[in-house]
């Protein structure tokens, strides 16, 4: 498969973008498992126009990660023209990925993210202007369609093919459904096999496993899979099924010691990306356990932890990497004992 000049392994797994997840401590270490392609958080066209410094540091990649997609999102055509053209000058990323899906209220219900699905000439003007300011290959990722009374997927694919983008990420879930319920991969499958789709086609929603990745490619046919919630606190899981395409199963499986590893790495990777870009101070330090705590405490890994609750909690309000690593520590003592 090939986006652009970029060409990815067979059966490529991507990381989604995600806000607040996907930062660059995060996607170096899915990258470092096997991720094909990570994403950054998506970013504000808007935001990104008038230089709002948060928004800007978004923007921050690491040759280590690439290749990389940097998403945008909007719905203004001449802010997401201009948002495009600064990302591709300060970034330089290999994809510049149009959000077309985001379900939550302070986006879509703006008009912006799914929001789009209820302007699709819109859409398309956005998509199609975006496509000729940059250089850079544009993808996009988008749902079926606003609700089931209007899922538009299997015509907007062809229009945004049409606009010149390189791929086409769709997630199987409408933006009524935010994220609940089952993703429809059998629609995914029907815009992959469509003679008239050339582009690949990129599958997302409700990927947690191996065997569902392996059913992903090999009964819906799609191009790469994209895997989202399943990776929070377990950068791990791209590991755990290339591991599984290779071997089927029988491949060494990482410790519960080296995830605890892993994710004290992760904390540190942040920290250290924060005091290189603020400087050291202790809102600072806050600032990095903000963005790594919510991955600690959704980590699968602790479930075998009885009355993981308080634990989970005390994780959400540690303010020092100190204590975050203390109470990590303790999981590690824990986990230990109830494996005897």
């Known amino acids: 498969m090939k986006i652009g ?26 990258k470092r498992f096997g991720a ?9 066209a808007e935001a990104l126009v008038r230089s709002v410094k948060s928004t800007v540091n978004k923007l921050t990649i690491d040759d280590g990660e690439r290749p990389v997609g940097i998403q945008i999102y909007g719905r203004d055509v001449p802010q997401m023209v201009e948002a ?37 000439p819109l859409l398309l003007d956005i998509t199609r202007e975006v496509v000729k300011a940059v250089n850079t290959p544009v993808t996009v990722k988008t749902r079926l369609g606003w609700n089931s009374e209007q899922i538009v997927i299997a015509t907007l694919a ?19 459904q935010m994220y609940t319920g089952n993703a429809d991969w059998t ?10 789709i050339t582009i690949p086609i990129i599958g997302n929603g409700d990927i947690t496993s191996p ?25 791990w ?16 499986t990482l410790s519960t010691d080296d995830k605890i590893n892993i994710l004290i790495e992760q904390l540190h990777i942040n920290m250290e990306h924060v005091r290189n870009e603020r400087g050291e101070d202790s809102r600072n ?4 356990i903000l963005h790594t705590r919510r991955h600690l405490a959704s980590s699968p890994i602790f479930k075998g932890i009885p009355d993981f609750r308080q634990t989970r909690i005390a994780m959400l309000r540690a303010e020092t990497v100190e204590e975050l690593t203390t109470i990590l520590e303790m999981c590690r003592r824990r986990l230990a004992d109830t494996s005897h």
């Open 36 to 44: 094909s392609m990570v994403y950054t958080e998506f970013v504000s």
């Open 211 to 235: 065997e569902e990745a392996e059913q992903a490619f090999e009964r819906y046919g799609v191009d790469a899979v994209m895997i989202g919630r399943a990776t929070f606190g377990r950068p």
């Open 84 to 120: 495009a053209k600064i990302v591709e000058a300060e970034a330089r990323p290999d994809v510049i990925d149009i959000n077309f899906g985001c379900p939550v209220k302070k986006v879509a219900g703006k008009g912006a993210g799914a929001g789009m699905l209820q302007n699709i």
């Open 187 to 196: 629609l995914i499958g029907e815009i992959k096999n469509n003679p008239h």
């Open 285 to 288: 330090e806050l600032r990095a």
């Open 158 to 176: 062809g229009q945004l093919q049409d606009c010149g983008i390189k791929a086409l990420t769709i997630h199987g879930r409408t933006r009524s």
């Open 237 to 252: 899981v791209f590991k755990e099924i290339n591991d599984w395409f290779a071997a089927k199963g029988t491949g060494k």
């Open 5 to 30: 000049n970029i060409t990815f392994p067979e059966r490529p797994l991507f990381l989604a973008p995600m806000e607040d997840v996907t930062d660059i401590g995060f996607r170096r270490l899915c």
